[in-house]
């Protein structure tokens, strides 16, 4: 799996947008970009996930760089519940693939 | 919305004790996989299992071994417990479809080996 590259930690003020950035140069044509946070101790929660086009859900959004060497996650209005560790994680899609934790992205979210 | 169980939520052990941790996936969930969380580190994978069969495995020592039951519920066996097995361990399942990807996370079941 290709490996990623994410800030340690970011701040981000209550009603503003986070932007969280994710580095993967090495990503190859058939691996996907997933996001997942981990709040406080609790068990990993998937976010959203892409291949190369734009995607967005309830939670976030996930804007991928045309060659597919970057990615944003976006959340449009961060609440303080969404203080959490943020992985980037790149693998295939299906089967039974596992999930290879980085370092992950420390969000606090200020009030 | 149903989800995924895990007990005991908390044990305590003693070195070279055994424990056993349980996983309930989430029903019509075909595939469970298991994760070992360490004081201050990211989840790392240790086995998963795909229609009762295993399917991959990750740094799981060989004190440890697990397996799916016929109705796919898990269960990871711990033996000669060390310190360092001190972690949270998730489990997490996925339902079956070749395109479906998502995991779905337990809440962890603490383990703290004295």
């Known amino acids: 799996d290709a490996k990623t590259t994410q800030p340690p930690s970011m701040d981000c003020a209550e009603g503003r947008a986070a932007n969280l950035p994710c580095n993967h140069s090495t990503i190859s044509g058939n691996e996907y970009v997933y996001w997942y946070r981990q709040i406080h101790s609790q068990g990993p929660q998937y976010i959203i996930h892409g291949l190369k086009n734009n995607e967005t859900n309830e939670m976030a959004s996930l804007i991928i760089t045309e060659d597919r060497k970057s990615s944003t996650l976006i959340l449009p209005h961060a609440t303080l519940r969404d203080t959490a560790v943020y992985y980037c994680i790149v693998r295939r899609q299906g089967g039974s693939e596992k999930l290879v934790f980085g370092k992950g992205t420390k969000l606090t979210v200020n009030p | 919305a149903a989800g995924v169980i895990q007990s005991p939520r908390h044990l305590i052990k003693e070195k070279r004790e055994t424990a056993t941790l349980k996983c309930y996936p989430i029903?019509?969930?075909?595939?469970v996989y298991w994760y070992q969380q360490g004081p201050g580190q990211d989840p790392q994978f240790l086995i998963s299992?795909?229609?009762?069969?295993?399917?991959d495995k990750g740094s799981i020592p060989d004190r440890f071994s697990a397996q799916q039951f016929s109705d796919y519920h898990s269960e990871l066996n711990m033996s000669s417990l060390e310190l360092g097995d001190s972690a949270l361990y998730f489990c997490?399942?996925?339902?079956?479809?070749?395109?479906?990807?998502?995991?779905?996370f337990g809440p962890g079941t603490r383990l703290t080996v004295t």
């Open positions: 997490a399942s996925k339902k079956p479809g070749r395109g479906v990807d998502e995991q779905y």
């Open positions: 029903p019509r969930h075909d595939t």
């Open positions: 299992f795909y229609e009762k069969m295993q399917s």
